[in-house]
């Protein structure tokens, strides 16, 4: 049973578009077992933020996909963008952009 649908906004599908398929594919694959179990090593809710990732390695590179949950919706995830990660932290400026797409979706 799925716990949550997913929508990707423009910048995600862009993402996803712009990597190798099979690093998409580990992606998506991803996203559709965390819609059936929860695992933190594929979808984990960042630190001081709204923002979860969903996070695949494909080739000894790291790809995050970052998301947050749409409250009016509770079983809606929105993806806000992605990044091949180069270093173990992420990214504030990432966290920070996805936080601006969370705010300006939800018109906060």
């Given at each position: 049973?799925?716990?949550?649908?997913v929508k990707y906004l423009p910048s995600a599908i862009e993402f996803?578009?712009?990597?190798?398929?099979?690093?998409?594919?580990?992606?998506?694959?991803?996203?559709?077992?965390?819609?059936?179990?929860?695992?933190?090593?594929?979808?984990?809710?960042?630190?001081?933020?709204?923002?979860?990732?969903?996070?695949?390695?494909?080739?000894?590179?790291?790809?995050?996909?970052?998301?947050?949950?749409?409250?009016?919706?509770?079983?809606?995830?929105?993806?806000?963008?992605?990044?091949?990660?180069?270093?173990?932290?992420?990214?504030?400026?990432?966290?920070?952009?996805?936080?601006?797409?969370?705010?300006?979706?939800?018109?906060?």
């Amino acid at each position: 049973m799925k716990r949550f649908n997913v929508k990707y906004l423009p910048s995600a599908i862009e993402f996803l578009e712009s990597i190798e398929l099979k690093a998409a594919e580990k992606l998506f694959f991803n996203i559709s077992k965390s819609q059936e179990i929860n695992d933190p090593r594929i979808f984990k809710k960042l630190k001081s933020s709204n923002i979860w990732e969903f996070r695949a390695e494909y080739n000894s590179n790291e790809y995050r996909l970052f998301a947050f949950w749409d409250k009016q919706q509770n079983t809606l995830v929105i993806c806000t963008h992605g990044i091949t990660k180069k270093t173990q932290k992420t990214p504030k400026r990432e966290i920070d952009k996805a936080e601006q797409l969370r705010k300006k979706y939800l018109g906060l």
